[in-house]
């Protein structure tokens, strides 16, 4: 799409230069900078739609690109800020449902270590090294698939009853969640399908997942093992915990091209700002190999 006249902006961005200066009493040299920088900003985030329509991704990648030509962190907050106040007079004028940057500040964007993943075949030998006969092993076959099926946190999983299993909605039910946040996360259908039949076993009430020697709700040291012990026969590195099962759920979604948004509701994250980190995973990545989580499927 051709690239809009810089000379002449937006009649909504005129209309925000002229606020900072009728209302906002802004110095002419600020509403230049302001406009220097809408500028830039109309050149290196895509045209086919206004600035204020944009996702939180788009501005994420505006703001990385920035800084790899060299911006430093200063100019880059600056660049932020501008970006947002015009983004919030968008949203306070009626011409946007929200604004996207509210909230959000660059040190979300200094993440240096990317939280540790697996790649999607790692994800499948775990998922393959599950697969023993006999109740137990049924048992940590779901642990691990509902980790990484459904992004659970640990303390999560354990606090799972049988009745937060919803059968006509094929969801669970997560109420015991960080800032208490309760959410309903979908189960994958080859993974429902296992619940199912783990659930035949376990009666209608009480914890979903129990201990195998005093019956108790599992404990955080309970999933770590588990998660251990399958991480071992995959023959997968040491540092493969619940957690990263969290982070390969993520971050292979965000591999798929999933909306960032969607992601943070699943995830239980206040904000899609707050799922940002995951974002490494799409620079040179092929989303073209990248066709389905593969969770359940036996061989």
């Given at each position: 799409?051709?690239?809009?006249?810089?000379?002449?902006?937006?009649?909504?961005?005129?209309?925000?230069?002229?606020y900072?200066?009728?209302?906002?009493?802004?110095?002419?040299?600020?509403?230049?900078?302001v406009?220097?920088?809408?500028?830039?900003?109309?050149?290196?985030?895509?045209?086919?739609?206004?600035?204020?329509?944009?996702?939180?991704?788009?501005?994420?990648?505006?703001?990385?690109?920035?800084?790899?030509?060299?911006?430093?962190?200063?100019?880059?907050?600056?660049?932020?800020?501008?970006?947002?106040?015009?983004?919030e007079?968008?949203?306070?004028?009626?011409?946007?449902?929200?604004?996207?940057?509210?909230g959000?500040?660059?040190?979300?964007?200094?993440?240096?270590?990317?939280?540790?993943?697996?790649?999607?075949?790692?994800?499948?030998r775990?998922?393959?090294a599950?697969?023993?006969?006999?109740?137990?092993?049924?048992?940590?076959?779901?642990?691990?698939?509902?980790?990484?099926g459904?992004?659970?946190?640990?303390?999560?999983?354990?606090?799972?009853?049988?009745?937060?299993?919803?059968?006509?909605?094929?969801?669970?039910?997560?109420?015991?969640?960080?800032?208490?946040?309760?959410?309903?996360?979908?189960?994958?259908?080859?993974?429902?399908?296992?619940?199912?039949?783990?659930?035949?076993?376990?009666?209608?009430?009480?914890?979903?997942?129990?201990?195998?020697?005093?019956?108790?709700?599992?404990?955080?040291?309970?999933?770590?093992?588990?998660?251990?012990?399958?991480?071992?026969?995959?023959?997968?590195?040491?540092y493969?915990?619940?957690?990263?099962?969290?982070?390969?759920?993520?971050?292979?979604?965000?591999?798929?091209?999933?909306?960032?948004?969607?992601?943070?509701?699943?995830?239980?994250?206040?904000?899609?700002?707050?799922?940002?980190?995951?974002?490494?995973?799409?620079?040179?990545?092929?989303?073209?190999?990248v066709?389905?989580?593969?969770?359940?499927?036996?061989?």
């Amino acid at each position: 799409m051709t690239k809009p006249n810089l000379d002449q902006l937006d009649p909504v961005i005129e209309g925000y230069l002229s606020y900072l200066d009728k209302v906002g009493r802004k110095m002419p040299r600020t509403i230049i900078d302001v406009r220097c920088t809408l500028r830039r900003a109309i050149t290196g985030l895509p045209t086919d739609v206004p600035l204020w329509r944009l996702k939180f991704e788009d501005y994420l990648h505006w703001l990385e690109a920035e800084r790899q030509k060299g911006a430093t962190e200063s100019t880059l907050a600056k660049y932020l800020s501008h970006v947002r106040g015009l983004l919030e007079y968008a949203w306070r004028s009626g011409r946007s449902e929200r604004n996207v940057l509210d909230g959000f500040s660059l040190q979300h964007t200094i993440r240096h270590t990317p939280p540790k993943s697996l790649t999607l075949e790692e994800a499948q030998r775990l998922v393959e090294a599950t697969t023993v006969p006999g109740a137990v092993p049924r048992r940590d076959r779901l642990v691990v698939l509902l980790l990484y099926g459904c992004g659970l946190r640990t303390e999560e999983l354990c606090s799972l009853d049988v009745a937060h299993v919803n059968r006509e909605r094929h969801e669970l039910l997560v109420l015991k969640t960080k800032g208490d946040r309760p959410r309903a996360v979908p189960i994958p259908e080859a993974v429902y399908t296992e619940l199912l039949a783990y659930l035949l076993d376990h009666g209608k009430r009480g914890p979903l997942f129990r201990t195998t020697t005093r019956k108790s709700r599992v404990r955080a040291h309970d999933i770590c093992a588990v998660v251990s012990a399958a991480a071992r026969r995959a023959g997968l590195p040491d540092y493969v915990t619940p957690r990263t099962l969290r982070h390969s759920f993520a971050t292979h979604l965000m591999d798929r091209g999933v909306d960032l948004a969607v992601i943070a509701s699943l995830m239980g994250h206040r904000s899609p700002q707050e799922t940002g980190v995951y974002l490494h995973v799409l620079p040179g990545r092929p989303q073209a190999a990248v066709r389905k989580l593969t969770l359940g499927e036996r061989s």
